[in-house]
């Protein structure tokens, strides 16, 4: 084996992560959700019209328009991600903003502690990759079953390019 070749195996990694937020109402269910408030909107509303209680129709549709506005925004966080990568010679950290802007953090593994925080009730409540002059905060969207296997995964991998 030659030099190069040595080289690029020991930068292949051997651990890769997509860490995504969970979303527990896909689009069908939003779709359901919102037919049914948009219904019982113009229901209600025809009912408050036909007493000439007009204004009434007009605020209840504010609200439907409120939750329309808050679910768009949790769906827009939702688009979030971190890309977690271990190799023998780098971890490297790609995080994605819901507005699609990325910033790339890299690592030396023999270098980086993987520090976690615990809650004895909650389990973890922080995880972050810490290096000398930088600390990456990781996984803060995931929820707590999700963080644990997770921190097990990693910590293992971080183990494995330490001893290879």
Do not use: C, Q
């Not at 990456?136 to 330490?162: H, M």
């Amino acid at each position: 084996m030659s030099e190069t070749n040595a080289t690029f195996a020991a930068d292949e990694p051997f651990f890769k992560a997509l860490l995504l937020p969970h979303r527990s109402l896909g689009r069908t269910g939003f779709i359901i959700v919102m037919g049914a408030m948009v219904f019982g909107w113009i229901v209600t509303g025809i009912i408050f019209l036909s007493h000439g209680a007009w204004p009434i129709f007009g605020f209840f549709g504010l609200d439907v328009i409120g939750l329309y506005i808050a679910f768009r925004l949790n769906y827009r966080a939702a688009r979030a991600r971190e890309e977690v990568s271990v190799s023998r010679t780098s971890l490297d950290i790609l995080k994605t903003a819901p507005s699609g802007k990325s910033e790339k953090h890299h690592f030396n593994p023999f270098w980086a502690r993987f520090a976690v925080s615990r809650h004895s009730e909650i389990g973890i409540t922080n995880m972050a990759v810490v290096s000398r002059e930088k600390n990456v905060p990781i996984g803060g969207f995931l929820n707590p079953d999700d963080r644990e296997s997770f921190a097990k995964a990693f910590s293992r991998a971080l183990a494995t390019a330490r001893s290879r």
